[in-house]
């Protein structure tokens, strides 16, 4: 009797085995696409699950959303902001501070003036207008008091889209940690954050690093391991302008000078502990430049950064920094 019951079991462990595949789900989000792999049992089905938390997100830090409580808060409406917010609105302090002010939310005014953002700009654009604008720029201009936003300056105006992206991708994952899924794949619009195997294949999680192609294709001719980590990408190649004489400006805007970012760098990755982090640090990294991120990172060991330049031929080339995966 006792063999047979420990058939049973044995039966049940290796059916739950067999049971476990990857879990796939995909569908348009924050302006782009997500994709999300996980490993359970067939039956297992989170999607109503991510479209709540998605609409969340959106309803806290969505410029695009007339409704939400960022627009609300541009428009000095009282709101009181939920901990998405707040969770964001301490990363992107603490990134500001580090970097001097090169990462900067409150930039978007002028990310707007550029068209680079959710308001067509309609007016034109002069060194006078660009100088009226920078004298609301500045994330010290703004303080949380609970979950109160005090501004000090009244037409200061905030845009996370340089890193809610991310968070968005760690909201996801924590939430699939809560369901005990501990292998996962969870992809937005080309940011990542992997955990565990891919148990499907019996293998680690492999990302790809997209081309710096400007005629809008995408391709990848390199692909790294990631396993317990997020990655981020920032690239010039995506959104930019040329000017008269050919040189190509940055989406990114420089927070001290309210102009776009000139700069060889065509695509800079960033792996950090969670998605948010990698993607602020990428998008300050794109505007800072690759010497600038080398003394930057030389009291930042946890942060991996891989560059794709052109040189002076303008020729491509590529420089992975603090052990980033080759």
Same mark, same amino acid.
């Given at each position: 009797?006792?063999?047979?019951? @420990?058939?049973?079991?044995?039966?049940?462990?290796?059916?739950?085995?067999?049971?476990?595949? $990857?879990?796939?789900?995909?569908?348009?989000?924050?302006?782009?696409?997500?994709?999300? #792999?996980?490993?359970?049992?067939?039956?297992?089905?989170?999607?109503?699950?991510?479209?709540?938390?998605?609409?969340? #997100?959106?309803?806290?830090?969505?410029?695009?959303?007339?409704?939400?409580?960022?627009?609300?808060?541009?428009? $000095?409406?009282?709101?009181?902001?939920?901990? %998405?917010?707040?969770?964001?609105?301490? &990363?992107?302090?603490?990134?500001?501070?580090?970097?001097?002010?090169? /990462?900067?939310?409150?930039?978007?005014?002028?990310?707007?003036?550029?068209? /680079?953002?959710?308001?067509?700009?309609?007016?034109?654009?002069?060194?006078?207008?660009?100088?009226?604008?920078?004298?609301?720029?500045?994330?010290?201009?703004?303080?949380?008091?609970? =979950?109160?936003? @005090?501004?000090?300056?009244?037409?200061?105006? #905030?845009? /996370?889209? &340089?890193?809610?992206?991310?968070?968005?991708?760690?909201?996801?994952?924590?939430?699939?940690?809560?369901? =005990?899924?501990?292998?996962?794949?969870?992809?937005?619009?080309?940011?990542?954050?992997?955990?565990?195997?891919?148990?499907?294949?019996?293998?680690?999680?492999?990302?790809?690093?997209?081309?710096?192609?400007?005629?809008?294709?995408?391709?990848?001719?390199?692909?790294?391991?990631?396993?317990?980590?997020?990655?981020?990408?920032?690239?010039?190649?995506?959104?930019?302008?040329?000017?008269?004489?050919?040189?190509?400006?940055?989406?990114?805007?420089? &927070?001290?000078?309210?102009?776009?970012?000139?700069?060889?760098?065509?695509?800079?990755?960033? #792996?950090?502990? $969670?998605?948010?982090?990698?993607?602020?640090?990428?998008?300050? /990294?794109?505007?800072?430049?690759?010497?600038?991120?080398?003394?930057?990172?030389? $009291? %930042?060991?946890?942060?991996?950064?891989?560059?794709?330049?052109? =040189?002076?031929?303008?020729?491509?080339?590529?420089? &992975?920094?603090?052990?980033?995966?080759?």
């Amino acid at each position: 009797m006792k063999n047979f019951i @420990l058939i049973l079991i044995l039966i049940s462990v290796f059916s739950c085995q067999e049971d476990i595949k $990857n879990v796939k789900t995909s569908g348009p989000v924050f302006g782009t696409s997500y994709s999300i #792999i996980y490993n359970a049992k067939p039956s297992t089905n989170y999607q109503k699950q991510f479209d709540s938390l998605f609409s969340v #997100i959106n309803k806290s830090m969505s410029n695009y959303q007339s409704d939400s409580d960022i627009s609300k808060l541009n428009r $000095n409406e009282d709101v009181n902001v939920d901990s %998405h917010f707040i969770t964001v609105f301490t &990363a992107s302090k603490k990134i500001s501070n580090e970097t001097d002010g090169v /990462f900067d939310p409150t930039i978007g005014k002028l990310v707007n003036a550029w068209d /680079f953002g959710s308001e067509k700009n309609e007016a034109k654009l002069d060194s006078i207008k660009i100088d009226s604008l920078m004298q609301f720029v500045g994330l010290e201009k703004m303080e949380l008091s609970g =979950n109160k936003v @005090l501004k000090e300056e009244s037409r200061s105006y #905030i845009d /996370f889209n &340089a890193i809610a992206k991310g968070y968005g991708i760690d909201v996801i994952a924590e939430f699939l940690e809560r369901e =005990n899924i501990n292998n996962y794949l969870v992809e937005i619009g080309g940011e990542v954050r992997a955990k565990g195997i891919n148990l499907e294949k019996n293998s680690e999680w492999r990302v790809g690093l997209q081309d710096p192609n400007f005629n809008g294709e995408t391709s990848y001719s390199k692909s790294i391991p990631l396993k317990d980590a997020s990655m981020a990408t920032s690239g010039t190649y995506r959104k930019f302008k040329i000017d008269e004489n050919g040189n190509r400006y940055a989406h990114i805007i420089n &927070a001290n000078t309210g102009y776009p970012t000139k700069t060889n760098v065509l695509s800079v990755s960033v #792996i950090a502990a $969670n998605c948010m982090l990698a993607d602020g640090y990428a998008t300050a /990294f794109q505007a800072m430049g690759i010497e600038k991120v080398k003394d930057f990172l030389s $009291n %930042h060991p946890e942060l991996k950064v891989y560059f794709i330049f052109e =040189n002076e031929n303008k020729a491509f080339e590529t420089l &992975a920094l603090n052990g980033f995966p080759q």
